[in-house]
């Protein structure tokens, strides 16, 4: 979980880290790789197979199913013959097994945030980004949507990298990195004897 306050560059980071933007300094190792150096192509191949994308407003096409809209991602690189079985593997895990033909535009807040977690899980991404995925949402679909994130985690052995606001609503976490002032620390709460991670 990455925490701090407004402004401290927490979707900056995380941006960087899904390689939507490039660092003007520094290097991004992802899997040993250094993503700075990667071309476009292969930041286009590497976003698409290794992460997945979750955030605040689900941003689901509205003229389009649960299903479709879940489909999309995968759709990018091809077609294939089990996109369809996973989708509908994913919106069942979700809670949304019955919803699949609905159109995107019908179902409520909570249920669109449910959709973006099945959609960022399409690709099987190794790594999920999730920027305030619980922010536009009041706290007993909060809550819903947390323990969601966390029993897929788990499930299917991903690492969910989740910036908030929301920190009591995640409970335990394996590691909380905190971002002040344009420095990464180690734990919950910055101060001075914790330690600098950049
Ligand atoms: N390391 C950095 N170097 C240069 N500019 C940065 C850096 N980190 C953040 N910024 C700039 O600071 C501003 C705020 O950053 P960002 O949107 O990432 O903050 P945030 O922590 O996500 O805030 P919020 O909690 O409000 O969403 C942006 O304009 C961003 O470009
Ligand atoms: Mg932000």
Do not use: C, W, Y
Request: hydrophobic letters at 40%; zero cysteines.
């Amino acid at each position: 979980m990455i925490v701090g306050s407004s402004g401290s560059g927490k979707s900056t980071l995380l941006n960087m880290i899904g390689l939507l933007d490039h660092p003007s300094g520094g290097k991004i190792f992802i899997d040993g790789t250094d993503t700075t150096t990667l071309s476009d192509d292969r930041i286009s191949s590497f976003r698409n197979t290794k992460l997945g994308f979750i955030f605040q407003f689900s941003n689901l096409l509205a003229d389009l199913s649960v299903l479709e809209n879940v489909l999309l991602p995968r759709q990018i690189g091809g077609t294939d013959g089990t996109a369809e079985k996973d989708a509908i593997g994913l919106l069942d895990t979700v809670g949304l097994r019955t919803q699949l033909h609905k159109r995107a535009n019908k179902i409520s807040g909570g249920q669109a945030q449910r959709v973006a977690i099945a959609r960022g899980l399409i690709n099987k991404p190794s790594i999920v980004l999730a920027d305030e995925p619980t922010g536009n949402l009041d706290s007993v679909t909060s809550e819903t949507i947390v323990q969601l994130m966390k029993s897929m985690a788990k499930k299917l052995n991903q690492t969910f990298i989740i910036v908030t606001h929301d920190r009591q609503h995640f409970g335990d976490v394996d590691r909380v990195i905190t971002i002040k002032d344009g420095k990464a620390f180690e734990g919950d709460q910055p101060s001075s004897k914790m330690e600098v991670l950049v």
